[in-house]
């Protein structure tokens, strides 16, 4: 129905809600000065608007007069409780509403890796602890709750979740992804944007995947450095979780890298940012910068001259939104158009994709949140439950020999010797609000691993607690305490590992990459030293990314990687040790035996396999590894049809038992290896997988029904196409524990995909 705008009398049509979001676009960008719209594609710092931790009428004066796109981060950038973080937005959007001429409310931004970075809010497990769960229902849970949490405040978007396929852990942001693998990142990655999002965008956050493009293979594993990924293998693997994530899951916004490819830099990378995200994959979002990217074309990679040259670059790329402040969008775009090096358009085409987003948001309609509500959604019961659930299942049993795990409750004594044992701080990743922040306190009650095991143990058992030594540094003096300890104890549980975060004390997280994937400091000087008292090492992992630890896995009986599990990952922990939750996280990313041997993924090429001179090419601990307390079997594999056209479908069937005597849960993990292709093809690549409860003695049978569009790869002429030929299955509980074999062909012509495809194995279970 044409509606008669004259009947609207004096109100514009962009602050009715009645019309469709299209129109109200049209309609504000009409009636925006140049600076209006120039001041739409920036943001600014909260603190910046503060005096004395409140909004300051002069400071917002100066900085909002024209309006403003975005907010960076209020709860994450102050020391307020939730309430006082939502008080302060509606303190901030009142004043845009009322005080500024046209009054758009702005986007306020914030960060969500492990959790809402923000006082009193749930911290998870870090995102390589969320993808070791294999369990995308799970992370949808996880991140639903961050959506509560945020928009409760009076947040809109949420700069994670991290995309970027990792193949080298010597870079310190490893803790953020998913992994190495394509397939894993882009499930567990779509189900965290789909829980963050939610059902609708009136309540929903915008998730923001970054960083765009391929940031986790860098030059020597160095933050920021180069990228050397030719452009069949950027396609292939590294830019296929942003495709679903775009396709599939509807991902609100993208956030560039820092690097550059082959020296273009991703943020003025126009076949990037507008070539593949938008034309080819249809992306109707808007692209921010990663904080600083913009001023960093001129000041970092030196491909801009000049402030306007830097501007004009990344926006006629596709970056839409300066982040964090206004600081090249600003005056150096105002005075670029008013020169005629860029053209208004240009610029209306960036302030229309925010200011759509805003729109659809329902800013116009509700720029603000009930303050007095925002507590109750913060720290509740039930988002602990959650939090214990995460860190549960996302706990990896890497050894356990001779079934020393998991221990008695009734154990006479135990040691828990190390420098995570008793840290709570140890226990979070690098953007948790107390890590990132370097703040002293916690931001919410976190259980140390030391005080999970106490409340888990009989009250007979003694408990030895030494620290022994600190995550880095070289002094010995806290070792013999921890032998004592040791002496006296039935069994030492060593709490090692890494700390995360940005300070230079930390060893892992944004900017903290690592030469010698060793454990940092002693530590493994200290393993070493208690192993010898004869008492038997249960080793527990606090890390940020795989290390090398090759004689602690030829020498200690049982290690876990709990990676860095967050508030509830001590009890987490303690159940696991003590058998109350058996263990089934997976690596998701390949353990290297040494550092030398970096890269080392499980989808190598066939001819990627020669041993080195002393060491294996092979990973310490596989892709896909994980023990249990339990055992299962695989059985009856039947695949149909054996023959299928190239937009077909197969049906992947076979049963599963749980043979031990303990309830668990298996992650089964199916992969595919394309026997001859027309170009080199990884040995196998993960394609489905599904972690499923089992009972004692309890048997399912699982389909997958594989889709042939996942075999799509793009071709000598970068088609994306589906070759003809035998695939072999294999279907197994890690990359290197392959319990059941078989293949099917694809008959017929070669396939292009050039529309939709589908990305996902769907998993029945009967
Ligand atoms: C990181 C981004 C992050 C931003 C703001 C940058 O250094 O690369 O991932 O969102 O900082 O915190």
Redesign the pocket.
Known sequence: MEIDEKCYGERPIYLDATYPVERRVDDLISRMTLEEKIAQLGSVWTRDLLTDGKLSSEKAGQLLKNGIGQITRIAGATSLPPNEVAELANEIQRFLVEKTRLGIPAIIHE?CLSGFMAMSATTFPQAIGLASAWDPELVKEVSSVIREQMRATGAHQG?SP?LDVARDPRWGRVEETLGEDPYLVMTVGCAYIKGLQGERPGSGIIATI??FAAHGFSEGGRNCAPVHVPPRELRDTFLLPFEAAVKEAGAGSV?NA?HDIDGIPCAASQELLTNILREKWGFKGFVVS??GAIEMLQTFHHVAGSKKEAAKMALEAGIDIEL?GVNYYGEPLIEAVREGLISEATIDEAVRRHLRAKFILGLFENPYVDAGKAPVVFDTPEHREIALKAACESIVLLKNENGVLPLSKNVGSIAVIGPSAASTRNLLGDYSYTAHLSKEKDAVPIVSILDGIKSMVSSDTAIHYAKGCEISGDSTDGFAEAIEAAKKAEVAIVVVGERSGLSANDTSG?GRDRADLRLPGVQEELIRAIHATGTPVVVVLINGRPLSIEWMAANVPAILEAWLPGEEGGNAVARVLFGDYNPAGRLPISFPGQSGQIPVYYSRKPSSWKDYVFASAKALFPFGHGLSYTKFEYSNLEISPDKVGPAGKVNISFDIMNTGERPGDEVVQLYVHDVIASLARPVKELKGFRRINLKAGEKKTLTFILSMDQLAFHNRDMNLVVEPGMFEVMVGSSSEDIKLTGSFEVVGKEREITGTRCFFCQVIAD
Do not use: G
């Open positions: 960060e700069l991290v970054k960083h956030m820092y990663d904080y964090p944004e």
